[in-house]
């Protein structure tokens, strides 16, 4: 059971008491006035039942002045009877109390009035007056229950509904209450509101390398900048210097927004925007380790992006993602392309699913050359998507999807498994195999089975290790350079070679290349498109290949496309090449083909 519904129920039973409580009064004073008992009895039973009572009971005449108190009284004012008994009631209350109803009167309550204790605390209580009608007069009857833990669990109660736990920041729930008021506000006023839907980048790294206390002390820090980035903030987007302050919310994970109302234009929510990314560029030092995250925002404004709360936060979302695919560190206003773009995406992602459930993948291989002796050497595996509406799809129009949405780390098992089985089936037909690479991406490679599901397939195709050739990015390697050494290490010793893609754009330092059980370099297209062309290109190439030499290292080109660029590769010591100068991607069958 969570402490909310424990609190809740607290909150049930003394309601339930205090009912009790109070029908148990009504009853003892009904008995103390009216039963035909000798006034002996009647004042011992009195005295019993005060005495009984947690809560303060105080009796006074129409004059006011008190005329008994029982010991919850005292306990309440933080005194003894005779601080209390002779003296006028209404000196122990505010002024606007009502101590004395009119004739006929219901019994009074007050909810929350505070009195003031003989230490000069405060102290808040529930007052119930009754009124009991004698011969010898009126006689009134107040009834004090003190409401601190009441209101503590309230409280309580009221937090962990509508505040986060961790950051103290508002939640989803008071955040739409807060958007709805701002747009009927900004509906009758003409005036603008804006959203922004902050996200941490690349924070899963951080839960996953350092561990949740780490990530959630994090985020504690990440709370904290964000609130003062915002007070220093909030005069840019004022209109007014009694505006309502911007409200901040933690969504959840490491999902922040930000609610800006009447605001002047959209160039201050972006002077806002670009504050918040400076600040949270700052790093944030936790336990010894040093963090620095950058962040991307999504900005919504009311009325041309959105004509209700949902509307906005989910195009505000939708904004952030779209800044996310263009580098990150940004904000990125939304446009109506984008939720184009989001709708695309979403029904991309269910076909994914329905392709993985029928089947609809087909691995291409294009070719390896020897460029020295222009024979095949090799081919690389690459998936291709038979979508039953849109036909033959690339890699490039839903790998990216399919990132994004966590379904790489799937196709691309997939793949490596039926690159195997297509090895096998060539060996057991008689060909002469030759080595498939197969690209490796990086959800394979951050997963904590890249191993296991390696030997699984080697195991279930019986082919040999040295003819399948895994192929990772430098992006990939340099995220995490001592796990790299650990698995390239672990996966040659399996017998599967090992190559790095795309060299030369992420950065690879010597002291990390040289510690990685990798046997080949790939140059990436973008150096080859332009050799002979551009003088930079061909210096790079010339590097990479002089690099990959001396340390015992192979080098492929991919993406050769004319003579002359292969002319120039080999004359720079290039071993091998790939690229539509010799063949384009294609089925296993053709495959087989253009080798023969």
Known sequence: MSELER????????????????????????????????????????????????????????????????????????CNDSRLLGHPIASL?????????????????????????????????????????????????????????????????????????????PNRSVFLDRLELALENAKRHND????????????????????????????????????????TSDTVTKLHKDDDIPLLT?????????????IRNANDVARVGQRILEDLRRPVRIDGHELVLTGCIGIA???????????????????MYQGKKRGRNQAAFYSASMNETALHVLTLEEELHQALRNSEFEVH???????????????????????????????GEFLPVAEETGLLGPISDWVLGETCKQIRCWADSGKQPLPISVNIS???????DLLIKLKRVLQESAIDPGLLELELTESIVMENAPRAVEITRSISEMGVSLSIDDFGTGYSSMSHLKRLSVDKLKIDRSFVMDLGIDSEDEAIIKAITALAHSMHLEVIAEGVETEAQL?????????????FLFSRAIPADEFAEWLE
């Open 192 to 231: 603008l509101v804006a959203v922004m839907f902050i996200d941490l980048d690349r924070f899963k790294r951080v839960n996953d390398t350092l561990g949740h206390n780490v990530g959630d002390h994090f985020l504690t820090q990440v709370a904290k900048r964000l609130r003062n980035t915002i007070r």
């Open 442 to 448: 990086n959800q394979q490679f951050n997963g904590d």
């Open 93 to 169: 209350f505010p002024q606007d109390t009502l101590l004395i109803p009119a004739e006929g009167h219901d019994p009074k309550h007050i909810e929350e009035t505070n009195i003031r204790r003989d230490d000069g605390s405060n102290c808040p209580i529930e007052l119930t007056i009754g009124i009991v009608n004698l011969e010898s007069g009126r006689v009134y009857i107040a009834t004090l229950r003190d409401t601190t833990e009441r209101n503590s669990a309230q409280e309580r109660i009221k937090k962990l509904a509508y505040y986060d736990a961790l950051t103290g920041l």
């Open 567 to 579: 002319e120039r590769l080999g004359q720079h010591g290039c071993n091998e090449a790939q690229g």
């Open 250 to 262: 933690r969504l959840g994970g490491d999902e922040f927004t930000l609610l800006l109302s009447r």
């Open 365 to 395: 291989f294009q070719p390896k050359v020897s460029i020295q002796t222009r024979k095949p050497v090799g081919a690389e595996a690459l998936v291709r998507w038979h979508h039953p509406k849109h036909g033959m799809m690339l890699p």
């Open 7 to 78: 609190l809740q129920k607290r909150a049930k039973r003394e309601r339930v008491a205090r009912k009790e409580a109070e029908r148990l009064l009504e009853d003892k004073s009904r008995e103390l006035f009216y039963v035909n008992q000798t006034l002996a009895e009647r004042e011992a039973k009195t005295r019993s039942v005060l005495q009984a009572i947690n809560d303060g009971i105080l009796t006074y005449d129409e004059e006011g002045i008190i005329q008994s108190c029982n010991p919850g009284a005292e306990n309440i004012f933080g």
């Open 301 to 319: 404004l009311f009325p041309g992006d959105g004509e209700d709360a949902d509307a906005i936060l989910r195009n505000a979302d939708v904004a």
